[in-house]
């Protein structure tokens, strides 16, 4: 009501929010001078995406998207103070994942074979109290958020659910707070409380199935050998995000390996995919071909994924004899680790690098030694 603008989007592989002021200034009172970035994922070169976002009668917002959790890719809503802050009265610190996983009871006499029930990819089987089920993981995602007049937030996407204001699956809707319902990309409320979900033109559970076959037969193409075939099937993937995403990081790695980079490159600048420019990188580094490996390393974004390339690139320099350069570049991975966003994943390339400096057998300079204390300090603290 005060003519403030809120936008929400997706900056540095995290959740973006800013706000502006009436006159289309940033507003220097909201998170840091006008902008918050949350990261939520676990995987440092998968990015979270936004979806869609509300304002809240009381001004707190609310965004939702996807994310990448331990396994699989997720739901993710998170709240914010009106200030810009997590609102710790929501989940966990503000933030609230959902694995939308269903189990269908099978007959015993039934086969148990892998198979699509519901969504997305990845299959397993098992039994849980004398029934045997046949699960069907989902790629989530939040693509819509209502909030209605109790607080309760309707998030729509790959599946419908609510949520109670604390941020929990709502038991009394639907089954355990969710709907299955299709895909949806639009949510509203009636003014009887009624929801209504739209789906987009294509947007079926028929339209999801073909692009997993379309998966499968890109695929099946790369294992023959046939990678622009392959490329053409995975870039007829236009609803499942996740999988034309993860088929084009296969083909985008075997052109790579096979010294076709140009084609690799093309695959990783579409589509932003730092796992591709990684194989590229190191398949530069294998062919002896340093000066492009740092190339490419330069245009990789992911503070990890620059520092294990970095040290991939000192690593093979120290085995060639080429001392100076290999300490040179060891330095740099330690600079990038720096770089990265959390502590956890700091720690994770920290360890990469030092294996590989221990392993080439060089000493540790001065100043290698000061960006590693510097990080150490840091790791004292957490």
């Given amino acids: 009501n005060d003519g403030k603008i809120v936008a929400a989007g997706t900056a540095d592989r995290s959740f973006a929010v800013v706000r502006y002021l009436p006159d289309g200034r940033l507003d220097p009172s909201f998170g840091g001078a006008g902008k918050v970035l949350t990261r939520l994922g676990s995987d440092p070169k998968i990015e979270d995406a936004v979806g869609d976002m509300a304002v809240q009668a009381d001004g707190k917002i609310v965004v939702v998207g996807r994310t990448w959790g331990r396994y699989s890719q997720d739901v993710a809503l998170v709240r914010y103070l009106p200030e810009g802050q997590l609102d710790p009265s929501f989940g966990q610190g503000g933030i609230v994942t959902t694995d ?67 941020g929990e699956l709502d038991p009394s809707f639907g089954w355990r707070g969710v709907v299955s319902a299709g895909v949806s990309q ?33 695929r099946l193409l ?30 985008g790695s075997r052109y790579a390996q096979a010294g076709r980079y140009e084609q690799a490159l093309e695959i990783a600048s579409g589509m932003d995919l730092p796992a591709v420019l990684g194989e590229v990188g190191r398949a530069y580094v294998q062919a002896g071909r340093y000066d ?51 502590i956890a994943s700091r720690a994770q390339a920290l360890a990469v690098v030092g294996a590989r400096y221990a392993q080439a057998g060089l000493e540790v300079d001065a100043k290698a030694r000061r960006v590693l204390h510097e990080v150490l300090r840091e790791f004292d603290s957490w």
């Fill in 222 to 251: 790369l294992g023959s050998g046939y990678y622009d075939q392959a490329r053409k099937a995975a870039e007829r993937i236009t609803l499942n995000y996740q999988l034309r995403r993860e088929v084009l990081i296969e083909i």
């Fill in 100 to 166: 939308f996983a269903f189990a269908v009871p099978v007959a015993e006499e039934m086969p148990l074979r892998p198979g699509p029930l519901l969504g997305g990819e990845g299959s397993e089987q098992g039994v849980r109290r004398g029934w045997r089920y046949r699960y069907k993981y989902i790629y989530d995602e939040a693509r819509a958020v209502v909030v209605q007049g109790d607080g309760k937030l309707v998030v729509g996407g790959t599946s419908l659910a609510r949520y109670t204001a604390a």
């Fill in 186 to 218: 639009a949510l509203a409320l009636q003014g009887d409380g009624k929801i209504v979900a739209v789906s987009g033109p294509g947007f079926s559970e028929e339209s999801l199935a073909r692009e997993r076959t379309l998966a499968e037969v890109a």
């Fill in 292 to 342: 492009q490996a740092l190339q490419i390393a330069a245009m990789v974004r992911i503070a990890g994924l620059k520092a294990e390339l970095l040290t991939d690139i000192a690593g093979a320099q120290a085995a060639a004899g080429q001392r100076e350069q290999a300490a040179e570049h060891f330095l740099q991975a330690l600079q990038a680790v720096q770089m990265e966003g959390d």
